[in-house]
């Protein structure tokens, strides 16, 4: 009686975990369950299907002169099989013949048969191919692992639809593009990046033509910060007269002589000693599309001097440790000439939520097209949920975790002491001690009633 009392009561516990916390419930039951489903079903399931291969012409002649039954035909091999907080990671060993790309296509097909909520899958190198099995809507309520890496300019900003960690990293993928509509997330995985990039010995700097509603909150952390679309000319400028003395201070430090090896030869800023090396800068867009609109004269000779500074940045910035991050509600040809130029330098590209088609388009319509029809089914009732892709074509659904504007402050302040001064951007270090809220409300006290 005792025994089943204790059986009913995890039933009940198990039930109430894979409702209410399915991670929770993953790790003690969710694995057990899925290891055997994969265990029992894998040879079975892969000859389903098409994943195996007819047995190698030796093991049939074998079995004809021992006058044995015809070997069945072959699964690709399990290289690991190992669980993880959200799901199975397997690594398989395909069999001559098979192509990564039968894997890719049937995963699908192997998410329902393995009983799985998703499955997706890459090639780790030729002949073995990585499927990752999530075992519960990971992007239903993010959770990011503890533990994360730290190496410099790399920052985990999100998680993705596997299960794994989302990063940002700036040395690999120098300038990125992030489109979304108003409610959509984007101004929340803005706020994670600069919680990330706070603890880094980087520069922010920041252009928020909404009067600085978005970012001046986390001025302490910002090297330069501008609030509208002149001082926002006078600091990209300043910026690309940075870049070119950076790369004064890179050909007087090059060291091409003989004695130093081709690798020691510095090309870039993280070539440099570290008691040499500038601090890297990160240019944060809030709203490109207010930095490229004119209604005079005047203000298209602005914004043609403006996108021109963005668009030197962002070709020539790279080496001189300045990286360009671009957020906007629609980026295309109809902001003004030199927009496109400036969006084939954007490599990582980061859509959320957007009201057509054609902003998909902007996105990955020239570097992955089947991404826009997973943008435009975003839905609109899980805000977060974001297609993120760069130039090699593969992508994938991301959501950062939710990041008050609070907590993204009560890290910038943290990390205060981290900010850098650069002598070229000095002029536009946002004044702390100004921002300090009006003492008088904005509106009138209603009279009082006593």
Request: glycine fraction near 6%; proline fraction near 6%; aromatic fraction near 6%.
């Amino acid at each position: 009686m005792t025994g089943l009392l204790v059986s009913l009561l995890l039933v009940v516990v198990a039930v109430i975990l894979r409702w209410r916390r399915p991670a929770w419930y993953w790790m003690p039951f969710g694995v057990t369950f899925a290891a055997l489903r994969v265990a029992i079903r894998y040879a079975s399931v892969m000859d389903a299907c098409g994943l195996t291969v007819p047995p190698a012409r030796w093991r049939l002649s074998l079995a004809r002169m021992a006058n044995r039954p015809v070997p069945e035909s072959q699964a690709p091999r399990i290289l690991r099989f190992r669980p993880t907080r959200t799901g199975l990671l397997l690594r398989l060993k395909l069999r001559p013949g098979q192509d990564a790309f039968d894997v890719t296509s049937a995963t699908d097909r192997l998410r329902h048969s393995f009983g799985m909520y998703g499955v997706t899958s890459r090639e780790v190198r030729s002949g073995v191919v990585e499927l990752r099995m999530t075992g519960y809507d990971v992007l239903q309520r993010v959770q990011m692992p503890a533990e994360t890496d730290r190496e410099p300019m790399r920052i985990p900003v999100a998680l993705r639809e596997d299960g794994s960690v989302h990063y940002r990293d700036y040395r690999t993928v120098p300038h990125g593009l992030t489109l979304g509509a108003t409610e959509s997330g984007k101004s929340v995985y803005q706020r994670n990046l600069i919680a990330g990039l706070a603890a880094h010995d980087v520069a922010l700097v920041g252009i928020d033509c909404k009067q600085g509603v978005e970012l001046f909150p986390l001025a302490r952390r910002f090297s330069a910060l501008a609030d509208n679309p002149d001082t926002a000319l006078e600091l990209l400028e300043a910026l690309v007269q940075h870049m070119e003395d950076v790369y004064q201070l890179i050909r007087s430090a090059q060291r091409i002589t003989v004695d130093v090896p081709d690798a020691d030869i510095a090309a870039d800023i993280w070539d440099l000693p570290a008691d040499l090396r500038p601090t890297p800068v990160v240019v944060l867009v809030d709203e490109v599309a207010e930095l490229a609109l004119f209604a005079t004269k005047d203000e298209e000779k602005r914004r043609d001097r403006i996108v021109t500074a963005l668009v030197r940045l962002a070709q020539l910035g790279r080496a001189a440790g300045i990286y360009l991050e671009i957020c906007g509600q629609r980026f295309g040809s109809e902001l003004g000439k030199g927009i496109t130029m400036l969006r084939a330098q954007l490599t990582g590209r980061t859509a959320h939520r957007v009201n057509d088609e054609s902003s998909a388009n902007m996105a990955f319509g020239d570097i992955a097209p089947d991404a826009v029809l997973a943008a435009i089914q975003i839905p609109t009732d899980v805000p977060g949920i974001a297609v993120s892709g760069d130039s090699t074509g593969g992508w994938t659904r991301i959501r950062a975790p939710h990041t008050s504007l609070r907590q993204a402050v009560n890290i910038c302040n943290r990390h205060a002491d981290r900010t850098p001064d650069v002598p070229a951007l000095a002029a536009f270090r946002p004044a702390v001690a100004s921002l300090a809220p009006a003492a008088a409300p904005l509106t009138k006290a209603a009279p009082s009633t006593a």
